[in-house]
């Protein structure tokens, strides 16, 4: 199990109540890998209380706050299993489900998602935005994100090493799932109210720009449309210059024009603002991954025994033991 938590202190606590017995159920060997993504208050020493009372719990601890998206990377590298399931820590991901997803991937899937049944947890602005960003996603990047298919799932061991496999900084899961391919299925399931403090721990902001990354990861429509519309409005002004010129040769000339020449100046220089500032979010996502920083920085870590992978992904790393 890979389960990322930040400021999670009081939902861990029943999340293990209801985890454990499940797991204990299905008849395998079992760790589950929290990783503390730069939490801030008492997650971390529940944490440490909990996996002293069982070792089969176990932590990471990021050095800082690096998002979700990157915290399942991290789990993902340090995971042994022939599977592993990613998990929310909030129990909106409810936990007998993975008795589903074990049962499927016995039968030869190699990923099983949770596909969510409704969004009634969601205020109405969030679905709605959720929604055109599915629909914009699709029809740019020609990757279809199932639909309601979010990160609680289980991956198989070749699913996990072809995550591992890519270097990307600006992660993307859903999107990245997506691509894989592999013999998926979805398992329905109804999203409960979030347990634990406080409400999601995503801030407008961030989930804007894990919009934005999810669709420049994936398309460069947005750079290529520019020569296009550059085209189109050239072609225009060229007509326009045609008949412009015409009719000074027929009728003679006036001065009228003026607010044409206003409103014309306006569109066009925020036209070319606009395009500029697309080719410099490609341009900085390409210097993020230029740099070549490791992904995540661990601080910490409970009960994690084998040598501690590469958090750089460019590495070519160590063979996996078995
Ligand atoms: N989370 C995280 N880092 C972050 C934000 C969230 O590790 O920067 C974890 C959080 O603790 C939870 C899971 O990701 O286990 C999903 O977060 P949340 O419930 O806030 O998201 P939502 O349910 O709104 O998608
Ligand atoms: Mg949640």
């Known amino acids: ?87 929310d820590a909030d129990l909106q991901h409810p936990p007998e489900l993975i008795r589903d997803f074990v049962e499927h991937w016995r039968a030869g899937f190699e990923i099983v998602y949770g596909r969510r049944l409704d969004r009634a947890t969601d205020s109405f602005l969030h679905r709605w935005a959720a929604r055109a960003f599915y629909v914009a996603f699709q029809k740019l990047s020609g990757t279809t994100l199932p639909e309601g298919a979010g990160d609680f799932r289980l991956l198989d061991r070749k699913a996990i090493d072809a995550m591992n496999g890519m270097s990307e900084r600006v992660r993307f899961n859903k999107g990245l799932f997506a691509w894989m391919g592999f013999r998926s299925i979805g398992v329905p399931f109804n999203v409960p109210p979030r347990h634990g403090s406080g409400g999601s721990r995503w801030r407008l902001r961030q989930l804007l720009r894990f919009g934005l990354d999810g669709i420049a990861s994936f398309t460069t429509i947005p750079l290529r449309v520019w020569s296009y519309l550059g085209l189109v409005i050239s072609l225009f002004a060229f007509c326009y210059a045609v008949v412009f010129l015409l009719k000074t040769l027929l009728f003679g000339t006036d001065v009228p024009g003026f607010p044409t020449l206003v409103i014309s100046v306006m569109f066009f220089a925020g036209v070319q603002l606009l395009s500029l500032g697309i080719i410099g979010e490609y341009l900085g996502r390409m210097y993020e ?16 025994e084998r040598e501690a992978p590469r958090p750089n992904a460019s590495d070519p790393g160590e063979p996996r033991s078995q």
């Open 1 to 87: 199990m890979v389960v990322p938590v930040l400021n999670e202190e009081r939902g861990l606590p029943p999340l293990i109540a209801r985890l454990r017995p499940v797991l204990d159920s299905l008849d395998l060997d079992w760790e589950v890998i929290f990783i503390d993504d730069g939490s801030t208050d008492a997650t971390l020493a529940t944490l440490r209380a909990i996996h002293a009372q069982d070792r089969r719990l176990k932590a990471i601890s990021l050095s800082r706050n690096f998002g979700k998206e990157i915290a399942i990377a991290a789990g993902l590298r340090y995971a042994r299993g022939d599977a592993a399931v990613l998990m």
């Open 289 to 304: 991954e230029v740099k070549g920083r490791p992904l995540f920085l661990i601080s910490e870590e409970l009960g994690i």
